[in-house]
């Protein structure tokens, strides 16, 4: 029992820790990259998985992180949109990585008790929050899990143990090596800030293992050339599906600005991390509204420069006086650097979930400290701290971080408490108050989200995004002439956008105004770069007047500026069904499903053309097929036993319909056809 009391310990903690998070909406990015990510929303469909970049949506911003997305789609499927199970997901993935850190540090220091404690506030750590409540922040808590796990197995994959071999020499092709390969590879495919483990796992072996001889050095690079043919691997993956190592152009937060203004900025970056570190107060989920530096001669440039030219001196001289110590400042250094910009830029300036995997090097630290302290002057510590003293004060610490945690995470019970609690720090955050919009308006809070956007407008009154989404709520609630007055603001700085144009020429269309709405579309097709949304309002117009000359001929004018047109096809099908032109309109709904083989409404009114023309099989062929799709589209069922029974294969009619189980109306149908 004595043996598994500690991992008894992490797991109780991090449960503690996160016991409120299971009321917690999906908040700030969570929607974005999983709710609207049709990827993951069919758990066969593995190819959309892997090939699929992070933010689906974004072809530049440079992130793949399939294992991650395959963890999504078994939410997805179990779950759907309740975050309940997402949230489990990620508790399981904190106190794993709590465990076989605790192993790790085991191994390394010799100590339990300091291994312990290093594991606890770990899985306990106030700044964690972001990556451990927030769903998206799993990307972190996955590769820090198989990053720790691979390093532990490296470490077990020495023949007769690690400590105690006088070569120490690896088994290329033990259990422990094959499963630490694939260890490091579900890392990288969690996220890229893996890659620096080879590194990790070759400095390990030099602190903590014997003299340096060159014997144990060729066997400490042979043993890591797996390692690197697992890296390349990985990378021809990555590269044949997003093309890129990380975010390009606009994407990346430095975008433009030159390296001396990444590295003057990024230094005061580092500092404010040590700070949350052993200070994690004023917390924040968003940090894009940190200064940039672009002289040295600022007086937070400086001290920062003096402070991280120090711990860099000190991570160095491990390699000459092998100091655990240094050892752990050099671990934190080395897994922060793939985030650090200085590199590779990547699409934000700071974050929380940033330190995830670094942060374990500080846990180390302040573990082996205290344990040194124990061992080096017991005599005197118990004098002036009796051992109960000193274990009440270190639960009176550990249980002061647990209620931090449990505190920070009801901030993200959903977007109006985040962003509330956001703006408390960044009052002057004009996106700020835009997303607080989109969280009011998600709760059909309108007034509230319409106040919200006209703060961010006061504070940034061309933020095009919140302009627009004011007209857009204008709009949606029927205050036309506040959404034209918006609309025709917006266009005076934003002359070239399509949906603005639409968006404009509805809300003429909306109060009847044709002409005018006719007239708003047609300066949109001489000025916007994007002329399919415009063409999409003025077959709606066209439509509404029933005046299907015109919607066909702007329907075919969408499909030849963009032949890719979904709904301009769909439109193009049901104009020649409303015509009785049911070869034209199959010949359009076509269209639809060769580019969208899943359209739930081309491959519904294809197959009611084929009922219509009494082709009940052609049908029923489609009707089945979109069922694959479409499980609980109960109007499939219901009307494919009606095709059978038109067919008078009345038995076959049954059997579909006992697929109908919720639609009382289809039930209803279905007796009065029976009686």
């Excluded at 293992?209 to 060729?218: A, D, K, L």
């Excluded at 097929?625 to 494919?640: L, Q, R, V």
Aim: charge should be positive; hydrophobic fraction near 45%; charged fraction near 20%.
């Amino acid at each position: 029992m004595k043996r598994f009391l500690p991992i008894i310990l992490i797991i109780v903690a991090s449960l503690l820790s996160y016991s409120n998070i299971f009321r917690n909406e999906f908040v700030f990015d969570d929607p974005d990259v999983i709710l609207k990510n049709e990827a993951i929303k069919d758990i066969t469909n593995l190819k959309a998985i892997v090939t699929t970049n992070y933010w689906h949506s974004e072809a530049n911003a440079g992130l793949y992180r399939p294992f991650i997305f395959l963890t999504y789609a078994i939410d997805y499927h179990f779950w759907k949109d309740n975050p309940v199970g997402y949230h489990f997901f990620n508790i399981i993935g904190n106190l794993g990585s709590g465990i076989v850190l605790y192993l790790i540090f085991a191994l390394l220091l010799n100590n339990p008790i300091s291994a312990l404690l290093s594991a606890l506030l770990f899985v306990i750590h106030p700044l964690h929050t972001e990556a451990v409540t927030g769903i998206v922040g799993r990307a972190e808590v996955y590769a820090a899990f198989f990053f720790f796990l691979a390093w532990y197995w490296y470490l077990r994959g020495y023949q007769k143990g690690y400590f105690n071999v006088a070569m120490m020499q690896y088994c290329l092709f033990s259990n422990y090596a094959i499963g630490s390969y694939i260890a490091f590879f579900l890392a990288l495919c969690s996220k890229e800030n893996s890659v620096v483990l080879p590194v990790i796992l070759a400095s390990s072996t030099l602190v903590f293992g014997r003299e340096f001889s060159v014997v144990r050095s060729r066997n400490i690079l042979v043993s890591l050339v797996p390692y690197i043919l697992v890296f390349f691997a990985y990378m021809l993956i990555r590269m044949s599906v997003i093309g890129s190592i990380g975010p390009q152009g606009e994407e990346q937060f430095f975008h433009g600005k030159p390296f001396t203004t990444v590295l003057f900025t990024m230094s005061t970056v580092f500092i404010y991390y040590l700070k949350l570190l052993f200070l994690p107060t004023g917390l924040l989920g968003v940090y894009r509204h940190w200064p940039m530096y672009a002289s040295f001669f600022d007086i937070r440039v400086i001290f920062s420069m003096i402070i991280l030219s120090c711990a860099a001196i000190c991570s160095v001289l491990y390699l000459l006086q092998k100091k655990t110590w240094q050892f752990f400042v050099f671990f934190f250094v080395v897994t922060l650097f793939p985030v650090s910009n200085l590199v590779i830029r990547i699409g934000d300036i700071m974050a929380e979930r940033f330190l995830y995997l670094p942060s374990a090097g500080y846990c180390a630290l302040v573990g082996f400290f205290c344990s040194s302290l124990l061992r080096r002057y017991p005599g005197k510590i118990r004098l002036l701290l009796p051992r109960r003293v000193m274990l009440v004060s270190v639960s009176i610490l550990f249980v002061s971080l647990i209620v931090l945690t449990v505190a920070r995470n009801a901030v993200w019970r959903n977007g109006i408490v985040f962003w509330h609690e956001t703006l408390k720090h960044i009052p002057d955050s004009f996106p700020g108050y835009y997303n607080l919009a989109v969280a009011y308006s998600e709760k059909q809070q309108y007034n509230r989200a319409i106040q919200a956007l006209q703060k961010s407008l006061d504070l940034h009154p061309r933020h095009h995004l919140a302009r627009r989404y004011l007209a857009e709520l204008y709009y949606d609630i029927g205050n036309y002439e506040e959404a034209i007055k918006q609309n025709a603001l917006l266009l005076q700085y934003q002359p070239t956008e399509g949906v603005v144009y639409s968006n404009f020429a509805l809300c003429y269309f909306k109060q009847r105004k044709y002409d005018q709405a006719l007239a708003v579309a047609e300066r949109g097709l001489k000025h916007a770069h994007d002329k399919t949304p415009v063409y999409h309002v003025m077959m709606r117009i066209y439509k509404n007047e029933n005046d299907y000359e015109n919607a066909l001929k702007t329907a075919y004018k969408a499909v030849e500026y963009n032949p890719d047109d979904i709904k301009a096809y769909l439109n193009m099908g049901t104009y020649y069904e409303r015509m009785e032109d049911f070869v034209l309109a199959k010949e359009s709904f076509r269209n639809v499903i060769k580019r969208d083989p899943k359209n739930l409404e081309a491959l519904d009114k294809l197959a009611s053309i084929y009922f219509k023309e009494e082709n009940y099989r052609d049908a029923i062929a489609i009707w089945r097929n979109a069922t694959k799709w479409y499980p609980s589209a109960e109007s499939f069922w219901y009307y494919i036993g009606l095709a059978y029974d038109r067919m008078d294969q009345h038995e076959l009619a049954v059997k579909s319909w006992r697929n109908i189980k919720e639609s009382s109306e289809y039930k209803k149908r279905i007796q009065e056809r029976l009686q």
